[in-house]
Every structure is written in C-alpha cells, then in structure tokens.
Nanobody, 121 residues
Framework: QVQLVESGGGLVQAGGSLRLSCAASGRTFNSYAMNWFRQAPGKEREFVAQSDWRGATDYAASVKGRFTISRGNAKNTVTLQMNSLKPEDTAVYYC???????????????WGKGTLVTVSS
C-alpha cells in the first residue's frame, strides 16, 4: 500500500518555474510507476507525466520539453520540475501511483489529494 502527499504548489508568473514534490510511504514504493495528473476547473483529469519502475519517462504532448519528472527513491519522493509555465498549466496537480503500466486516471491505484498551481498571465 502506498500513501502519497503532494507539495510545492503556488502562484507563479507565465514563463516561470515551479517544482512539485510527492512524498510516498509504503513498503513497495520502488515497484510502482509514479505519475502526475492535473485537473483544471470544469475539465477532466488529464495525464501529465510518468516515471515507471525502470526509470523510463513519458509526458503529455502539452508539457513535453517543459516538464521533467524524476524519482528520488532514497527519500521516497517523486518530483515534477515545471519550466516555461503557461496560464493553461493552471490546475490542481495530483500525484498517483500505478502497479502496472497505465497513463489514464482509471489505471491509477493510489492518489494524493492534490496541490494547486496557478500561472498568471
């Protein structure tokens, strides 16, 4: 079982950077693929980035080249470095874990409660 807690959200100007962190607890943390999703008001929750159990990464086309997901297993953390932020990146960002490969919200096994990121124009 994995428990996830996000942090690092806040207000940033367009073009700026922000780093989100997800603290994970659980005996089998290294066995899970770690993911970031986001949900803007009135929109569906969407996939943002994934780091699988081997370290391979995947990104949504809208963030590729701007966002970087990384894992620090020794500290049981996963981070999302967000650069060149745009107003359309504004959303609640969620950390999620999946036992098997999945890039949809339906495929996630564990969720954090989210952290709000607001990008001003």
């Amino acid at each position: 079982q994995v428990q996830l807690v996000e942090s690092g959200g806040g207000l940033v100007q367009a073009g700026g950077s922000l780093r989100l962190s997800c603290a994970a607890s659980g005996r089998t943390f290294n066995s899970y693929a770690m993911n970031w999703f986001r949900q803007a008001p009135g929109k569906e929750r969407e996939f943002v980035a994934q780091s699988d159990w081997r370290g391979a990464t995947d990104y949504a086309a809208s963030v590729k080249g701007r966002f970087t997901i990384s894992r620090g297993n020794a500290k049981n953390t996963v981070t999302l470095q967000m650069n060149s932020l745009k107003p359309e990146d504004t959303a609640v960002y969620y950390c999620a874990a999946s036992v098997r490969f999945a890039t949809t919200a339906y495929g996630m096994d564990y969720w954090g409660k989210g952290t709000l990121v607001t990008v001003s124009s």
